[in-house]
């Protein structure tokens, strides 16, 4: 077996939840918002994108692929990714003006609940998503031309990479402005910033879009990679594991919740090949749910490992220090 198609997959992957981390740093890391249904803007991206890229019903290509979808509006997938975005972000508005004044227990159950309200409507709504059947034949971009299929995900990996790369410039410079210094204060301590003049509503609010739109930027690069999307692929689990690799990395620091998506992605890909460990691919013959069931122990491990030993992540926050009165002028 080759390695190299495994790792180009695994860093794809890794930078996609590292984007989605990215987006939930800006929520919780920056401004304190629990947010328990970060899966729902991921999905609102992939959903939106696909539809939006997806050939016209009836048309040539539609003929062709033999494809079975209601709505799609054959957009060229440049504004396929920004409607994900866009839409992912709407729906961030939606939900935060409706309930981002709830303290942090209330906000997690009510973005949770959220979720599945959203992951119920797309399995509804067959004539947009086609249900738990899904949509295929999602374009991927570059797949097909002269550069080839099997070149396909080096090229893929090199665009998630550039695009990764330039929303992390752009949310560190947001995080590094006065603004980024209001949402902490915010998180820090709201009642002590409202005191000064700070719209912690507002600041919140946005907070929770820009996170939310961060997320659906991720939904569309995930939907353009596999070529198919479909509801089950956004449960619940998907995220607890970005909040695994927000905690791991170290909450406040992007550079730090990228490297907990990474390390959280070695281990649960890597933890794919458990099967060729003597002795365990006997068991699992026994047992088939036996290596799933001890990824997940080993998955929850990393966790407790981390909070003993890391309590504050990996690559932890960096504190701040308050200048000098003489230098506060």
Do not use: C
């Amino acid at each position: 077996m080759s390695l190299l198609p495994f790792l180009v997959s695994l860093l794809t992957l890794a930078l996609i939840y590292g984007l989605l981390a990215l987006g939930l740093n800006v929520q919780f890391g920056y401004t304190g918002l629990l947010n328990f249904g970060h899966v729902a803007f991921f999905a609102a991206g992939a959903f939106a994108s696909a539809v939006a890229t997806l050939p016209p019903p009836g048309s040539a290509a539609y003929l062709e692929a033999g494809a079975r979808y209601e709505v799609g509006l054959g957009l060229p997938l440049p504004f396929g990714f920004l409607l994900g975005g866009l839409v992912a972000g709407l729906l961030a508005l939606l939900v935060g003006a409706t309930s981002i004044r709830l303290s942090s227990h209330y906000l997690a159950i009510a973005t949770f609940a959220m979720a599945e309200i959203f992951r119920s409507f797309l399995s509804n709504e067959e004539w947009l998503t086609r249900g738990q059947f899904g949509i295929t034949n999602v374009p991927q971009p570059l797949r097909g031309t002269p550069l080839g299929i099997d070149r396909f995900p080096v090229a893929y990996l090199l665009i998630t990479a550039t695009v990764v790369a330039l929303l992390l410039i752009l949310t560190i410079r947001l995080t590094e402005s006065p603004y980024g210094r209001a949402l902490r204060s915010v998180r820090d301590d709201e009642t002590a910033a409202r005191v000064l003049g700070k719209r912690a509503t507002l600041l919140k609010l946005g907070a929770f879009v820009m996170g939310g739109v961060l997320a659906g930027f991720a939904g569309s690069l995930w939907t353009h990679w596999l070529g198919v999307v479909h509801v089950g692929q956004f449960v619940p689990i998907i995220t607890f594991q970005v909040w695994l690799a927000l905690l791991l990395g170290g909450a406040g620091n992007h550079w730090g919740v990228l490297l907990g998506a990474l390390l959280l992605m070695v281990i649960r890909e890597g933890t794919r090949f458990l099967g060729a460990i003597p002795g365990l691919d006997e068991l699992s013959r026994r047992n088939p749910s036996f290596l799933p069931s001890l990824r997940f122990v080993l998955i929850g491990l990393l966790l407790i490992l981390t909070v003993r030993f890391f309590p504050r992540g990996i690559l932890p926050e960096r504190l701040r220090k308050a200048p000098p009165p003489g230098e506060a002028q």
